[in-house]
């Protein structure tokens, strides 16, 4: 479902305009695996810890269930390659993340990717774990049912596919299939989800996400965000 994306931005657009571009690649061979220690010095220096580091380190603006930035922590490696380079590309469409995507090489494209691939994901209040949900453990109130029949089951009546089939039960994804989208901002998620759906957001591989969320009310969309944000 959602593609959630990694690497949003915060402010600071002035310290970004500091940063030299790196110079134009043309198609570039697979990146290496990185190395984890050298990436969170990485991504202390290019600043991404301040967006997208666990609650409680850098500024904390992913923190709490209102985070308006992705959570990157237990996020899979190549999906946070994937869409640095398609804000470089212009594949997936920010300012900000184009500026910041084009100021670092490859080299250290795979090693800040592995750090963050090596942090634990951050869980919501309802799951700690990759477990399915127990029963009943969703949000309070008619929204939750909502939410929780459209993620495990989906729709079929309008080809809505169920969100657990790519990300799985608990949001922790599945590598090749679906990122890591449980534990993520109730406000990053609505955001994603509505770009998926108006077409702002088009980068997943067949426009998968698109046609997913098309069918999808507002008041779905924001049930869906509640729910996953407390995954």
């Known amino acids: 479902m959602l593609a959630l994306g990694v690497a949003l931005a915060c402010g ?5 305009q500091q940063k030299r571009p790196v110079a134009a690649r043309a198609a570039a061979p ?10 969170r010095v990485k991504a202390e220096a290019e600043r991404c810890l301040e967006c997208h580091a666990a609650p409680g ?15 990157l922590g237990g996020q899979q490696q ?12 212009g594949k997936r469409k920010h300012e900000f993340m184009a500026m910041m995507a084009n100021s670092i ?24 774990t990759a477990a399915p949900p127990a029963a009943g453990a969703t949000p309070r109130g008619a929204s939750g ?27 922790q994804g599945a590598p ?15 955001q994603q989800l509505h770009n998926w759906r108006s077409g702002v ?24 965000a509640h729910y996953l944000s407390e995954m």
């Not at 380190?57 to 959570?71: H, I, L, P, T, V």
């Not at 090749?176 to 609505?190: D, K």
Request: aromatic share 6%.
């Open 145 to 171: 049912a909502i939410a929780e029949r459209l993620y495990q089951h989906g729709d079929a009546a309008r080809n809505v596919a169920a969100c657990a089939a790519c990300h799985g039960p608990a949001g």
């Open 201 to 224: 957001r088009s980068n997943s591989p067949d426009n998968t996400m698109n046609q997913a969320i098309a069918p999808l009310s507002d008041a779905e969309i924001d049930a869906l």
């Open 30 to 39: 697979a990146l290496s695996r990185g190395d984890v220690a050298a990436g």
């Open 78 to 89: 190549d999906y946070i390659v994937k869409q640095i380079q398609d804000f470089r590309s």
């Open 12 to 16: 600071g657009v002035h310290a970004a």
């Open 105 to 128: 090489s490859d080299a250290d494209l795979a090693d800040i990717a592995a750090y963050f691939a090596a942090e634990p994901r951050t869980a919501g209040a309802l799951h700690a």
């Open 176 to 190: 090749g299939t679906g990122p890591v989208i449980g534990g993520q901002g109730r406000s990053y998620l609505s």
């Open 57 to 71: 380190e850098g500024q904390g603006y992913s923190a709490g269930e209102d985070g308006k930035f992705a959570r």
